[in-house]
């Protein structure tokens, strides 16, 4: 299938096998009977004798991992409560104590306190690297060096990295490469194209779509399916079938709200970067980003996620500027029908820290019409910066 909008209309659903419902239904259920002594050591997986049962999937469950899978273009996929869930249980899957690995600076930070916080404490040696290292990563490969975590663009400052080339060296180290790909979902950035060999979605984001779910992906090659598989396995996380039922509903309509998202971000990505409070965009789609020729070359499109940062510090201009947004939610999360946005001030970095450029705010566009997301966001910034913005410019 050439078009994408077919592939994800069509993706792991069998009508036939569900009484013609173009839906897969949930399933709920934890007790699995087999049918026979014959079927019930039939179903045994790597030795496992009670892979026969709910916590390892439904139909509900094999459906959207099949769809994810295929859509990604890779080997297998596994469900998780959360997407913070998906990133930690990837990496346990991987990691053992006395092992290396190398983080990208500008990793969600949820993923950045589980680093540190828990792995270290397990005996793993986390190194932060630069996102925009590229090639350059090979001279921080050890001998145990044992996992390269990426996300790209990065969450908060959406630095592009070089994924082919960092991938490249990480595998000549005989390491693995592990992708946090949700701000361009499956649609818009093909991971296993580009060398990944774990790909990591928040689902809760643009493949929920609807803000009503938590949930999280991982799929892994054929290279390191059968490592993933195990090690999540063994800790045990499962997902709601009411919460797979949602997200394969999601999935249908993902390309059309994709695009959306897309262009009503760089719309008022762009419509910011006119205003004299704002400062600085960072949103890799726009032609004067850092990391705009990397995104041309490796990405398909982009999403509605970007920040800015305001050309102030100042409590009271900030509480002006968040209280007089009408259509913009302060929340967390991002990915859904509406518009979100999230106070940062200064991300944690590890790394050179980047010139304090002023406050940094994340910003989703949601599917509001753009005209009125750029009319509410420029009037809460007029608002706030009163006539000192227009006298700096």
């Known amino acids: 299938m050439h078009d994408a909008m077919t592939r994800y209309i069509h993706a792991g659903r069998t009508p036939q096998a569900f009484g ?15 049918d026979s002594f014959a079927s019930w050591e039939a179903s045994k997986k790597n030795g496992n004798p009670y892979s026969n049962y709910g916590r390892f999937g439904t139909p509900t469950t094999r459906s959207f991992e099949q769809a994810m899978a295929e859509l990604e273009g890779g080997h297998g ?19 053992s104590a006395g092992d290396h690995v190398l983080m990208t600076d500008n990793i969600y930070g949820p ?9 270290s ?9 630069s996102p925009l290292i590229g090639a350059g990563i090979a001279a921080l490969m050890r001998a145990n060096t044992r996992v390269v975590f990426a996300e790209s663009p990065g969450s908060l400052t959406f630095e592009v990295a070089d994924l082919p080339a960092i991938s490249a060296a990480a595998h000549e180290a005989g390491a693995f490469v592990l992708l946090d790909n949700t701000w361009a979902s499956p649609l818009y950035f093909k991971p296993f194209e580009h060398g990944v060999d774990v790909s990591i979605q928040a689902a809760t984001k643009y493949i929920v779509g609807h803000s009503d779910a938590l949930l999280g992906t991982a ?9 993933l598989k195990a090690g999540a396995h063994d800790f045990g996380q499962t997902a709601s079938p009411d919460d797979l039922f ?10 059309i709200r994709l695009q959306q998202h897309w262009r ?10 006119e205003h004299p409070g704002v400062s600085q965009v960072l949103h890799p789609a726009l032609a004067n980003d850092p990391g705009h ?6 990405f398909l499109g982009a999403s509605g996620l970007f920040s800015i940062r305001v050309n102030t510090g100042d409590t009271a201009v900030l509480g002006r500027l968040f209280d007089n947004l009408k259509l913009f939610g302060i929340g967390l999360s991002w990915g859904g029908f509406e518009s979100l946005v999230v106070p940062v001030g200064q991300p944690v970095r590890s790394c050179a820290r980047q010139a304090d450029e002023g406050y940094l705010i994340r910003v989703h566009a949601g599917l509001e019409h753009i005209d009125d997301l750029i009319e509410d966001f420029h009037r809460a910034l007029d608002i706030a910066f009163g006539k000192c913005c227009v006298a700096v410019a």
């Open 293 to 298: 020729d990397l995104w041309k070359r490796d």
């Open 20 to 34: 013609g419902l173009v839906n897969t239904p949930i399933f709920r259920g934890s007790t699995v009977l087999a």
């Open 111 to 119: 993923t950045r306190s589980f680093a540190s916080n828990v792995l």
């Open 219 to 227: 799929t892994a090659n054929r290279r390191a399916w059968e490592i």
């Open 246 to 255: 949602l997200a394969l509903r999601g999935l249908r309509t993902l390309p």
């Open 264 to 273: 009503s971000g760089v719309a008022l990505a762009q419509s910011l970067s």
């Open 121 to 129: 404490r397990l005996g793993v040696d986390v190194e932060y690297f």
């Open 77 to 95: 996929c596994l469900v998780f409560p959360s997407g913070l869930a998906a990133c930690t249980h990837a990496l346990l899957a991987f990691v």
